[in-house]
């Protein structure tokens, strides 16, 4: 086992210093040494992996993680290094990365530590805004030698979002609640990722107001809530028939009116694939809102006909 270890030190030693290296601050405080020409990159997340896809460098990427959705079928041509939270050593260090883009919270210290010691350079991201989806891009780009790649992508993001967000400027946004499950009931909180992008699309959670990721709920409280829509999952677990089933869940008028909306899995990765579904979601609220308000005015247009 120590020669293993002593031979695994040797090659990926001999691999990094092949390289001219300069030293930079990661996005958690710890300086790396990264390669001047890294092109041989393992992404330890999926939100890096879209990012790195969407900057036009899926040749320099050698490793993913499990259930990594995103681009379709082309990053899942790459080798896995196992699962999200505590990769495979063993693995990761056999594909000879000169580079390893990391989450921390999610990866596990120790991975991060032993591929380290090996002298394989980590540099650490943290995810959880849409600020940080900027803030990533340009930092893989810089890293990459894609500066104007990320500068031209951040743009066409940022430019995205803003028109998103002119289509309901001045507008009362309509509610919404997420499930995720039924049995035990999940949502998301106020630190969800996809809280800020629901949002952004031109809705409010009722659920905003907790200050949790992700939530355990009952039923019974979140009838004072009254949302105007469900959200679910476009071929998630959880139907409009399920909640319609399950005792209680038809006291929401929402429920009992087949008020339904289907969020778009990408709208879930802090990446910015997450902007695909972003617009789909909004055109759905716009639909949605617009389908709303004629009914209304046909009411109105009743009543005063039946009032003459």
């Known amino acids: 086992m120590r020669r293993i270890c002593a031979s695994l030190l040797a090659l990926v030693a001999f691999s990094y210093w092949a390289w001219a290296a300069h030293w930079e601050r990661d996005e958690s405080g710890v300086r790396v040494a990264v390669p001047d020409h890294a092109h ?24 993913i993680t499990d259930y990594t959705d995103f681009p ?21 260090v056999a594909l000879h990365p000169d580079l390893v883009l990391a989450l921390p919270a999610f990866n596990g210290a120790e991975t991060i530590a032993a591929l380290e010691r090996l002298g394989i350079p980590v540099y650490r991201f943290e995810s959880g805004d849409v600020a940080r989806i900027y803030r990533t891009v340009a930092d893989v780009g810089r890293l990459l030698g894609r500066e104007h ?46 809280t800020e992008m629901i949002t952004m699309a031109g809705a409010r959670s009722v659920t905003e107001d907790l200050p949790q990721d992700w939530l355990q709920m009952n039923i019974e409280a ?4 009254n949302p105007d829509y469900i959200l679910l999952m476009n071929g998630g ?72």
Request: with cysteine; hydrophobic share 45%.
């Open 222 to 225: 979140v009838l004072p809530r």
């Open 237 to 308: 677990p959880v139907s409009l028939q399920d909640l319609q089933r399950h005792a209680g869940w038809t006291s929401l008028a929402a429920v009992r009116q087949g008020r339904v909306l289907t969020i778009d899995a990408r709208i879930q990765v802090p990446a910015p694939v997450a902007f695909d579904g972003l617009e789909v979601l909004a055109r759905q609220i716009r639909a949605a809102q617009a389908r709303s308000l004629a009914r209304s005015t046909q009411n109105q247009a009743q009543d005063a006909r039946e009032a003459r």
């Open 72 to 92: 379709p079928r082309a990053a899942r041509e790459k080798p896995s290094v196992g699962a999200l939270v505590n990769p495979s050593l063993e693995r990761i």
């Open 149 to 194: 790649e990320a500068t031209v992508l951040i743009t066409k993001l940022q430019t995205r979002e803003r028109k998103v967000r002119e289509e309901y400027v001045e507008q009362e946004l309509p509610s919404v609640l997420l499930v995720l499950s039924i049995d035990p009931f999940i949502t998301a909180g106020k630190n969800a990722f996809i």
């Open 40 to 63: 041989r990159i393992v992404c330890l997340s999926p939100n890096l992996t879209d990012t790195v896809y969407a900057l036009g460098a899926a040749s320099d990427l050698v490793g």
